[in-house]
Nanobody, 129 residues
């Protein structure tokens, strides 16, 4: 019911910033918490940040805390990830995802990949050193 398309990735130097966007189609986006995950070459997919369906609650991986900001605009069916102070270890394909449970509490922030049922195709972020 939900289709997600990421954009905004690219090549940036250490210390730079990027703003990733995720456009959603489907009428249930605003009813689902959303998150960002990333996967570097040869590594497993890891959690980056998540936001509740209302946008009032967020959670960040320790690696992202203080540098990344997740936000959403339900009127636009979009979720964003503002990244700053980028490091080479941030290099990865970034995926946005929508929670599998639309009836979850409005404050709930899922942190595990298995809690998400809809995924975008990913956008590449490369931080050069």
């Amino acid at each position: 019911q939900v289709q997600l398309v990421e954009s905004g990735g690219g090549l940036v130097q250490v210390g730079g910033s990027l703003r990733l966007s995720c456009a959603a189609s489907g009428g249930t986006f605003s009813s689902r918490a959303t998150g960002w995950f990333r996967q570097a070459p040869g590594k497993e997919r890891e959690f980056v940040a998540a936001i509740s369906k209302s946008g009032g609650n967020t959670y960040y991986a320790e690696s992202a805390k203080g540098r990344f900001t997740i936000s959403r605009d339900n009127a636009k069916n979009a979720v964003y990830l503002q990244m700053s102070s980028l490091k080479p270890e941030d290099t990865a394909v970034y995926y946005c995802a929508a929670h599998k449970v639309p009836l979850a509490a409005v404050t709930y922030v899922p942190r595990i990949s298995s809690e998400y049922d809809y995924w975008g195709q990913g956008t590449q972020v490369t931080v050069s050193s």
